[in-house]
């Protein structure tokens, strides 16, 4: 069975940092896209961090400069580094990636991973 997983989520105080990590398991033949998203409470998911498979990544205007992608395509990982966290970076954080699967492209994501931020 294909799945992302999440994990490092957590309650932190304002200015403090996090590492988020997603793996990807099961029968995967390589990872196109992997991008990170998140959902607040009463507001739509939104992208906040993308890394394509040549590594090139783009952010959401709102967290450049404090958060960054990488990936770990050795150990079908990425990564997001939140630093300078703020109470509104408070939200759902979920996985989402592009995955070959028996010799087709499909879309997964993670069940997400809870990020809180106290003032």
């Known amino acids: 069975q294909v799945q992302l997983v999440e994990s490092g989520g957590g309650l932190v105080q304002a200015g403090g940092s996090l590492r988020l990590s997603c793996v990807a398991s099961?029968?995967?033949?390589?990872?196109?896209?992997m991008n990170w998203y998140r959902q607040a409470p009463g507001k739509q998911r939104e992208v906040v961090a993308s890394?394509?498979?040549?590594?090139?990544?783009n952010y959401a205007d709102s967290v450049k400069g404090r958060f960054t992608i990488s990936r770990d395509n050795a150990k079908n990982t990425v990564y997001l580094q939140i630093n300078s966290l703020k109470p509104e970076d408070t939200a759902v954080y979920y996985c989402?990636?592009?995955?070959?699967?028996?010799?087709?492209?499909?879309?997964?994501w993670g069940q997400g991973t809870q990020v809180t931020v106290s003032s």
């Open positions: 890394i394509f498979s040549g590594g090139s990544t």
């Open positions: 989402n990636a592009d995955l070959w699967v028996d010799g087709r492209l499909k879309n997964y």
């Open positions: 099961g029968s995967i033949s390589s990872i196109g896209g």
